[in-house]
């Protein structure tokens, strides 16, 4: 690397910078949605579904409130409720395993594989393979989490599903265009959730979320449970919940998603200069994410591993760089998961990357002056 470079104050996430610069178009497709005031699943809403099922390559895509809502809706479509169980990972958001619960589902939580974070398709093996065929009949559901914009291992994923008769959902919330052995997440599964929150790739003004499937009952079905369980208007035969995703939203998303691939490329120009400026440091403990051969990676997040890592934290916020911890406490290890039973040290893997990982900017205004500045003070933390 060359010597250091005078810039401002580092971002984890600069929406600012991204919104101003298209800030014109955004300004005119408000003003269409409040010319025409449709603002409950008007034709924003539509154009965006078509846009996102073409995009993952799905025949469908059902728009609702929020990423969480995508869960709890998928789950819903699949009659989970009371006395079921759903396989997933503990290392992801909470809504992952709290739409589980939420139903009254018990959330069943295994490791993960070190390297990528994600559902380790052989603990999901050995946990079904140990279970009685009367137990394997209440689990309802596989949801692994392509967590940090790279998808989970899903060919043996879908393979021990399908062994046991199990459908997968895909939690994609941070993963839209990653794509796994040549196919994009929202298709690798019964369903896929995404999340429109405003810190994902396609990030809209507020929360906001997406349902893909390729399966027109569940399509249906989906439809129907997004407006209170309704069809026609006022007529109710199953209960359902309120989760439109807004016009305006949809409206924004329109407008971002003529971005995406931009930015997503530009996130990954950003990783591997991560890479480079990180191979030429060499810094000790510091464990690099990994990209599978298999795996078009998106980066979400660029999240690295650090010894002493809340102290290193510390030091790159005085020294000006924003990073974030995702997640310091895995779900097993929450307290409204307590009941579980899950002991301390049960989820290796999972408590591991809770206690050293540490997510750096990456985000797409950022360039690879800025990227060299965050190692470089990274450096400087590591030393402190």
């Given at each position: ?115 990528t974070y994600n ?100 399509d249906e079905k ?52 991560y890479r480079e ?108």
């Amino acid at each position: 690397m060359n010597g250091p470079k005078e810039v401002k104050a580092i971002q984890l996430l600069d929406l600012r910078a991204q919104t101003a610069a298209i800030r014109g178009e955004l300004d005119a497709a408000i003003g269409r949605v409040l010319d025409h005031c449709q603002f409950i699943l008007g034709p924003e809403v539509k154009e965006l579904e078509q846009k996102i099922a073409a995009y993952c390559g799905s025949k469908f895509a059902i728009g609702c409130a929020s990423g969480s809502d995508a869960i709890l809706l998928a789950l819903m479509a699949l009659d989970i409720g009371p006395g079921d169980k759903v396989l997933t990972s503990p290392y992801t958001f909470f809504a992952t395993g709290g739409s589980v619960a939420r139903l009254g589902a018990e959330p069943v939580y295994l490791d993960i594989d070190p390297e990528t974070y994600n559902l380790d398709p052989e603990a999901l093996r050995k946990y079904l393979h140990s279970l009685p065929a009367d137990e394997v009949r209440s689990v309802k559901a596989i949801m692994p989490v392509h967590l940090f914009g790279q998808t989970a291992d899903m060919n043996p994923i879908n393979a021990i599903a399908a062994e046991f008769g199990i459908p997968v959902i895909e939690d994609a919330a941070q993963a839209i265009g990653a794509r796994y052995d040549g196919r994009s997440a929202g298709v690798l599964g019964a369903a896929a959730c995404f999340s429109f929150f405003p810190s994902k790739n396609l990030g809209g003004f507020g929360d906001g979320g997406m349902i893909t499937t390729d399966d027109p009952a569940l399509d249906e079905k989906l439809r129907i449970l997004r407006v209170h369980g309704s069809k026609p208007k006022y007529y109710h035969k199953v209960i359902g919940v309120n989760s439109r995703l807004d016009t305006l939203q949809a409206a924004i998303l329109l407008v971002k998603f003529g971005y995406l691939e931009g930015w997503t490329n530009q996130r990954r120009a950003n990783a591997q200069a991560y890479r480079e400026f990180l191979g030429q440091a060499a810094y000790e403990g510091v464990v690099l994410p990994i990209e599978r051969s298999d795996c078009y990676h998106v980066y979400n997040q660029f999240t690295i591993r650090v010894p002493n890592r809340d102290a290193v934290r510390r030091k790159l916020s005085d020294l000006g760089v924003s990073t974030e911890i995702y997640y310091p406490v895995p779900l097993h290890e929450q307290v409204c998961f307590a009941q579980l039973g899950y002991a301390k040290g049960s989820l290796p893997h999972s408590e591991a990357a809770a206690a050293e990982s540490l997510s750096l900017p990456i985000d797409p205004v950022l360039g690879r002056a800025e990227v060299e500045v965050v190692v470089e003070r990274l450096g400087t933390a590591l030393r402190a």
